[in-house]
């Protein structure tokens, strides 16, 4: 069974920063890719960054050049670093992990519970 756990959200003013975690873990996994996607209120579900077998970083146009995503060496602990952050960026932050586990190795997306990301003055 996998599991993915993410942390890291709060309130902060437009222009601040935070750093989201999100950790997938169990028995005899394989990371493949993880990322974000957000969804604001009566929006929905958009993606925001992804970082491919360790590697290789995308991210969405309206978050380049401003969030940052990265990964342990152990490849199962995903950031995102958020910086001048704007009210746009108000949502709930969901992490995903595509993980190869038993019994069928074969690439499945698994998702974290959600974190709230708040941007105001």
């Known amino acids: 069974q996998v599991h993915v756990v993410e942390s890291g959200g709060g309130l902060v003013q437009p222009g601040g920063s935070l750093r989201l975690s999100c950790t997938a873990s169990?028995?005899?996994?394989?990371?493949?890719?993880m990322g974000w996607y957000r969804q604001a209120p009566g929006s929905q579900r958009d993606w925001v960054a992804t970082?491919?077998?360790?590697?290789?970083?995308s991210y969405t146009d309206s978050v380049k050049d401003r969030f940052t995503i990265s990964i342990s060496d152990a490849l199962n602990t995903a950031y995102l670093q958020m910086d001048n952050l704007t009210l746009n960026d108000t949502a709930v932050y969901y992490c995903?992990?595509?993980?190869?586990?038993?019994?069928?190795?074969?690439?499945?997306?698994?998702w974290g519970q959600g974190t709230q990301v708040t941007v105001s003055s």
């Open positions: 995903f992990a595509n993980v190869r586990a038993p019994p069928a190795y074969s690439l499945t997306y698994y």
């Open positions: 970082i491919t077998r360790g590697v290789a970083k």
């Open positions: 169990g028995s005899d996994i394989s990371v493949y890719q």
